[in-house]
Every structure is written in C-alpha cells, then in structure tokens.
C-alpha cells in the first residue's frame, strides 16, 4: 500500500493538535472527517498537475518516444488504469527492435519494417493507436540506422555472399562454413 506524502502532511497536524490536548473529547469521526475534508481540497488542486503530467507522459508515448523508469513508476502511481496499454506499447516496441537486430542485412532491416508497418496498418488498433506505432516503427527505425550495428551490416545479400566468398579458404570446414 502506497501512503501519499500529502495525506502524512495533512495528517500530521491534526495528529499533533490531538497530542497537545489529551483531554479533547475529540472523537475519532471528527478527526478522519477533518482529513477527508483537507485531503479533498488538496486533491482538487493536486488532481489538475497529476492529470496534465500523465497527459505529458501520454503525449510522448503517442509521439514515438520510449519513457523513462521514472516516468512509467509516475504512470504506475497514479494512472495505472492505462499501465497495461503502455507497457503493450513498450513491447511492441522492444519486438520492432528485435526484428531489426536479426535481420542479417539492411535489405533485411528494411523488409522487416515494412512488414510491420503492414501489420499496424491491417490490425484492429483504433486510428490513433496506428499513428502512435507508426511513429515508435519511423524511430526506431531512425535510431537502428544510426547505430554501428548497422553500419556493419552488408547492403544485400549478394554482398554478404560476396564477401564470403572472398575470405581466403584454408579447409574443407572454412568452405563449409562459408555457404551456410
């Protein structure tokens, strides 16, 4: 269970208004009626930043951005009705990755992103959750083409082949090796 620093804040003076006169005949309801009463007025003002952080938060996941841990602990406190969509965004967003990294050629990688934007297209996303996964599929795209791994990579496979055939062979196992 999860204490708000702000109900332990409202809840702190009344506690200690409660120490200081022992002999209050104060009951119980009084005082849990007293932080109902303080802790909805804060909430309504406390409500508006929430509300326009988590709409932030949304916004960047909707604009093709991966979240922080910091944000999505944020989503996990205090929207986690929408937790589950998020984290079936973040791994949709992961298997893009995956599939581009085993591709064995830029041909590959290409291939491999437009199959999956076929997939978001034919799926039965509502529109906005398609544009949203277009978006991840362009930067993720965009970010694995910047990379090393890539740049690695041969352009097709006819230079793959290429450039195994042009290692020098020194055994029937190298020749073997080559073709697989």
Do not use: W
Not at 11 to 17: E, F, G
Not at 30 to 48: F, H, I, P
Request: without cysteine; glycine residues 0%.
């Amino acid at each position: 269970m999860v204490i708000r620093s702000s109900f332990v804040e409202q809840m702190a003076p009344v506690v200690t208004k409660k120490r200081q006169q022992p002999t209050s005949t104060t009951s119980f309801s009084t005082v849990v009626e007293q932080l109902l009463r303080r802790n909805a007025q804060s909430s309504a003002s406390n409500e508006t930043s929430t509300d326009e952080r988590v709409q932030a938060i949304r916004a960047k996941l909707d604009s093709g951005k991966t979240l922080t841990p910091s944000e999505l602990l944020y989503i996990r406190l205090n929207d986690p009705q929408q937790l589950s969509a998020i984290e079936q965004t973040m791994r949709e967003r992961r298997m893009m990755e995956m599939m581009m990294r085993m591709a064995r050629t830029k041909t590959d990688v290409d291939m491999a992103v437009v199959r999956t934007s076929s997939a978001i297209s034919q799926s039965s996303m509502s529109r906005e959750q398609k544009d949203a996964m277009q978006k991840h599929l362009k930067d993720v795209q965009k970010n694995y083409e910047q990379s090393e791994e890539y740049a690695q990579k041969p352009d097709s496979p006819l230079d793959e082949r290429h450039t195994r055939s042009t290692k020098r062979v020194t055994s029937y196992a190298d020749v073997l090796r080559a073709y697989r």
